[in-house]
């Protein structure tokens, strides 16, 4: 079964530090979302990115934040100066088309900021 | 924006009975309902959608019904087992362009045996 999948599963950083987290979508979908989920809180979107570019952002996705597809097949999240309120786990989503359907998500990467 | 709420928080089952979580929804226009299991240090895993122009759905053990009406939507869980023990997130998403899926803050369901 097709699945998404992400690196590393756990990350610390320090304060400050800039941090990439990885994915591999589905090889056949074409849109890819970030969400995060702080401890014990719900799934929060982060960002969705088709055709190469960011189609949508939540109001958390500021300009620490930023997303790439850098070579077809991996999407990436980048935090440039983590602080210690993005320790969250992040999940990176993927769905098929430009139909409503559902996402697949990966088991997503815990980061830890110290 | 779209907000969804879900309720209860917690439930707690014993081995075998029904588990019912409700969810409410703001943005009349969502029309696509996906319910999530999330177990621990796992992702959230879809295990049953229901779209706007169907009242019901059923796969196996478990049920999912909306209320276009009223903006609201339920998830049943038949004959629960241990196994079922996960948090279970409701959603709601649009059909723009692009989509994306805004999530209930959760229900902790634990089934004791």
């Known amino acids: 079964e097709p699945e998404v999948t992400q690196t590393p599963s756990h990350q610390v950083t320090q304060m400050g530090q800039e941090v990439i987290l990885r994915c591999v979508p589905i090889?056949?979908?074409?849109?890819f979302y970030w969400y995060r989920q702080i401890l014990g809180q719900k799934v929060e979107f982060l960002v969705s990115f088709y055709n190469n570019e960011i189609s949508e952002k939540s109001e958390i996705f500021d300009d620490q934040f930023s997303v790439e597809r850098p070579d077809g097949s991996n999407f990436t999240l980048k935090i440039r100066s983590t602080k210690l309120e993005d320790s969250a786990m992040y999940f990176c989503a993927s769905t098929l088309e430009d139909r409503v359907t559902e996402a697949f998500f990966g088991q997503g990467t815990r980061l830890t900021v110290v | 924006g779209e907000n969804v709420e879900q309720h209860p928080s917690t439930l707690s089952v014993q081995e075998g009975d029904s588990a019912v979580i409700k969810c409410t929804y703001s943005?009349?226009?969502?029309?696509?309902f996906p319910w999530y299991k999330q177990e621990l240090g796992k992702g959230p895993q879809l295990i049953i959608d229901?779209?706007?122009?169907?009242g019901e759905k059923k796969d196996q053990r478990i049920a999912v019904t909306l209320n276009k009406t009223a903006k609201h939507f339920s998830l049943h869980i038949t004959e629960t087992q241990p196994e079922d023990s996960a948090v279970y997130f409701c959603a709601a998403s649009m059909k723009t362009s692009y989509d994306k899926v805004i999530f209930g803050p959760g229900t902790s369901l634990s089934v004791i045996p």
């Open positions: 943005d009349s226009a969502s029309n696509y």
């Open positions: 090889s056949n979908h074409l849109y």
């Open positions: 229901i779209r706007s122009n169907v």
